[in-house]
């Protein structure tokens, strides 16, 4: 049991053009990326880990986004995501209390999970590839994130991805002969985005 986040979490994009929503513009005309806040009634950051007798599946219940779009820029585009490792939850008390633990996310020394973008690349029509820095327990990899747009339309969307992380290589490796975990953990995160200047 392990995961993220940014996603997680883990997690974002931005787009939408004026002649398609995938063409980013070929100069730096257009450094003009605007604020995006976060629905958090219809977005998450959840979490599978696989194991012996059964898969956890949780989700992290207290985290931020700091979203920049430019429209007609992708590559001005940026996120950054803020996790409270202590919000994990898997509705099972002694098992999100031993995840909090030194075993896992020791959430005393590491009270945090972040992802930081590096670049926002669009690839086939809907697709995105989000490239950036994950810190999981003190330890950060560059790691590229796939994701989609479900939507864009007056400052409105969302997005949503879905990848795996080898919970070992942020320094999670408790393990039990009873229940042994799989290495791979599942990350999926789903954000609705609104640009306040567009309600105006």
Do not use: C
Request: glycine share 4%; net charge negative.
């Amino acid at each position: 049991m392990s995961l993220l986040r940014l996603g997680t979490v883990l997690a974002l994009p931005a787009v939408l053009m004026a002649a398609s929503p995938f063409h980013a513009a070929s100069d730096s005309a257009s450094l003009n990326p605007r604020p995006h806040t976060v629905d958090k009634a219809h977005s998450q950051i959840n979490f599978i880990a696989e194991s012996r007798l059964i898969d956890a599946r949780g989700h992290f219940g207290t985290w931020d986004a700091n979203i920049n779009l430019d429209p007609a820029n992708l590559a001005a585009s940026s996120v950054t995501i803020t996790i409270d490792a202590s919000s994990i939850d898997t509705r099972v008390e002694r098992r999100d209390s031993h995840l909090k633990s030194a075993d896992f996310f020791d959430v005393e020394k590491h009270p945090t999970i972040t992802f930081v973008s590096t670049a926002v690349r669009p690839k086939a029509e809907g697709q995105l590839e989000i490239e950036g820095d994950l810190t999981v327990r003190g330890t950060t990899k560059r790691v590229v994130l796939p994701a989609s747009m479900v939507f864009y339309e007056e400052g409105t969307g969302r997005f949503r991805g879905e990848f795996v992380l080898n919970r070992k290589e942020y320094g999670i490796a408790y393990d039990s002969r009873v229940n042994p975990i799989k290495d791979a953990v599942t990350v999926q995160w789903d954000f609705a985005v609104n640009d306040p200047a567009a309600a105006k």
